[in-house]
């Protein structure tokens, strides 16, 4: 099978919304009146960012899901993305099922695939993002890391820490029951990109990133670029570490210090973080019950820089927590 055939075969579907889709030698999209533009990339590299032997299914799913997570960060509403391939063969069965888990996510969200480039290589996925975003009276209602300010509330939607859960026992560093296992497997290889609520968070939500890298690590990309600090409480972030099966944990040798551990640093997780004024509270609760996600408070914005944690008495702790970085 040739790379004409190979497009066609997979990824190549009548054009829904965008005015013009795959087989020309641009894609043509129409953002709506009164919207602009959100753009992302993501780019997924075997034995970097998932294991060669990885279901190609749940692979398609998290190559857009990580990439619709970037524009539920930004509030925006997903309209089409683009998908760029190096494939070292033409293995059918993989492409068949890679494909259908790439448009089982994309039809879930509307998201339309426009185009890409495929070719020979070392397997490798890169997608761009298309998404739109309101702009009312001139000024543009994506939600950006830039907007916290002192006294807002520190929120994360979902659970984590469940995502490097289930790393840690691929790489064979803990043995899970089997029942956690797949729950825990679940959450690292098809993760649930928070679209709805984002969207239901403009005009609500002071700052908004994706917890990709893992929980602190992002928040400091917020802190940084508000150039605000914050202070979380352990005691409340240590209640999301695997909603409803955390007391199997402990029984497979995660330990409470390793658990607050996996959730502040663990990576992977694709859950919202975000900041709100304190008056917003209802406003924040009722947007989690329209996009049926919840969200938890997790602390605060301060004006002194820096990100502080304080254990279940208010004293800080002094522990520290690297998260993910490809080149340190
Ligand atoms: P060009 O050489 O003009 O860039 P290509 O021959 O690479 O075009 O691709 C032909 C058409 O197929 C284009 O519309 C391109 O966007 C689309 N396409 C190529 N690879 C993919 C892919 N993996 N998924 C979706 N569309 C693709
Ligand atoms: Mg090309």
């Keep these: ?10 990824f190549t579907r009548p054009a829904a919304r965008a005015a013009l889709g795959v ?25 970097r960012h998932f294991f060669a032997d990885v279901d190609p299914f749940a692979l398609g799913h998290k190559a857009l899901a990580v990439n619709l997570s970037d524009l539920a960060a930004c509030g925006a509403k997903p ?3 683009t998908l760029a391939l190096a ?21 879930a969200h509307g998201c339309e695939l426009v185009g890409g480039d495929t070719t020979q290589g070392p397997l490798n996925i890169c997608i761009t993002v298309f998404g739109e975003v309101p702009v009312l009276n001139g000024k543009s209602q994506a939600l950006l890391r830039s907007g916290a300010r002192p006294g807002d509330d520190v929120y994360v939607s979902g659970t984590l820490g469940d995502a490097r859960l289930a790393l840690e026992a691929l790489r064979g560093t803990v043995a899970l029951p089997p029942d956690l296992l797949a729950q825990a497997r679940q959450r690292l ?3 649930a ?15 908004a990133i994706d917890v990709s890298d893992g929980l602190l690590g992002d928040l400091r990309h917020i802190l940084h670029t508000s150039k605000t600090g914050a202070t979380l409480e352990t005691a409340l972030v240590i209640n999301l570490v695997a909603a409803g099966s955390r007391s199997d944990w402990p029984t497979a040798g995660i330990d409470a210090e390793k658990q607050m551990a996996f959730a502040l640093a663990g990576g992977d997780d694709y859950e919202l973080a975000f900041t709100a004024p304190a008056l917003a509270r209802e406003a924040v609760q009722a947007a989690a019950r329209q996009a049926q996600t919840p969200v938890s408070r997790i602390g605060r ?5 820096g990100l502080r944690l304080l254990d279940a008495a208010g004293a800080l702790l ?3 927590y690297a998260s993910f970085d490809h080149f340190a």
């Design 189 to 191: 290889e098809q993760p």
């Design 23 to 47: 087989g020309d030698d641009c894609a043509l999209l129409q953002p709506a009146p009164g919207t602009q533009l959100a753009i992302s990339s993501d780019m997924l590299v075997e034995g």
């Design 1 to 10: 099978m040739g790379e004409f055939d190979l497009i066609a075969r997979y």
């Design 87 to 107: 494939l070292p063969r033409v293995d059918e069965a993989w492409l068949a099922a890679f494909s259908k888990g790439l448009f089982a996510l994309a039809d």
């Design 193 to 207: 990109p928070r679209v709805a609520l984002g969207q239901a968070l403009r005009g609500i939500a002071s700052a």
């Design 318 to 320: 002094e522990r520290r």
């Design 301 to 305: 914005i301060d004006a002194d820089p």
């Design 79 to 81: 309209l089409a993305f």
